[in-house]
């Protein structure tokens, strides 16, 4: 089974700081890469994804998240964060033709201001 | 408005008891999935369905139980069977009947069931 580990389970942040979760995996094979963001008491909603081309994905809000094969991470950051972007990421991995997700155990970030 | 639907919200169950989480969705997508999520530990696979009438178990379906009788709805049933039931239930789906990898895989807003 896929291994993804988030070092990180908790990161408290004061607004407009900088801010970045990691994440790293264990396969060698192909790897589809994707974040996900969950607010309290909701689903989890996808906030960018690693497919293939370009190892650097931007997501509409301001979130970025580089490939690093050799590294075999996917990081996330964000140089300014706000209040509203306390929740919890969660890093998902596919590898191959294998569509199930293996998920991360999660990094809850909170903004202070 | 296109989405995942999940009922109820919250469910307390008492011991013994069997109870089944209902998840609809109008996305017209082919694979549907249920996820368990306790803190700390991420999101694990229950069972997933890539067609009408067809499921796997996932990594933890022991004392679980689904049916996929129509493409739009894939309830679940913990029975009793299931030794620590109380989590955050969460269903998903994705597009295509094969489950490609790079389809996304949208969530509904999750079931917290409570055993008491």
């Known amino acids: 089974a896929q291994s993804v580990t988030q070092l990180d389970s908790q990161v408290p942040v004061f607004e407009e700081a900088p801010v970045e979760l990691r994440c790293n995996y264990s396969?060698?094979?192909?790897?589809?890469l994707f974040w996900y963001v969950q607010y309290p008491n909701q689903g989890l909603q996808l906030l960018l994804k690693?497919?293939?081309?370009?190892?650097l994905v931007e997501s509409i809000n301001g979130f970025e998240a580089e490939f690093n094969k050799s590294q075999t991470s996917f990081h996330l950051r964000k140089p300014s964060v706000h209040i509203s972007d306390t929740a919890e990421y969660f890093c998902?991995?596919?590898?191959?033709?294998?569509?199930?997700?293996?998920f991360g155990a999660g990094t809850t970030v909170t903004v202070r201001a | 408005d296109g989405g995942i639907t999940q009922s109820p919200k919250y469910l307390f169950r008492k011991e013994g008891q069997n109870v089944t989480l209902s998840c609809e969705q109008n996305?017209?997508?082919?694979?549907m999935y249920w996820y368990r999520q306790d803190p700390g530990q991420g999101l694990r696979l229950i069972y997933y369905?890539?067609?009408?009438?067809?499921?796997q178990k996932g990594d933890i379906a022991e004392g679980y139980s689904v049916s996929r009788e129509k493409k739009e709805s894939f309830p679940l049933t913990v029975t009793s069977a299931q030794k620590n039931p109380t989590a955050f239930y969460l269903c998903?789906?994705?597009?295509?009947?094969?489950?490609?990898?790079?389809?996304?895989?949208?969530f509904g807003p999750g079931t917290r069931l409570t055993v008491l």
């Open positions: 998903a789906s994705s597009r295509s009947p094969t489950g490609a990898p790079t389809d996304t895989q949208y």
């Open positions: 996305l017209n997508h082919d694979a």
């Open positions: 690693y497919l293939s081309g370009s190892t």
């Open positions: 396969s060698s094979v192909s790897v589809y």
């Open positions: 998902a991995v596919s590898v191959g033709n294998d569509y199930k997700l293996s």
């Open positions: 369905s890539q067609i009408v009438n067809d499921f």
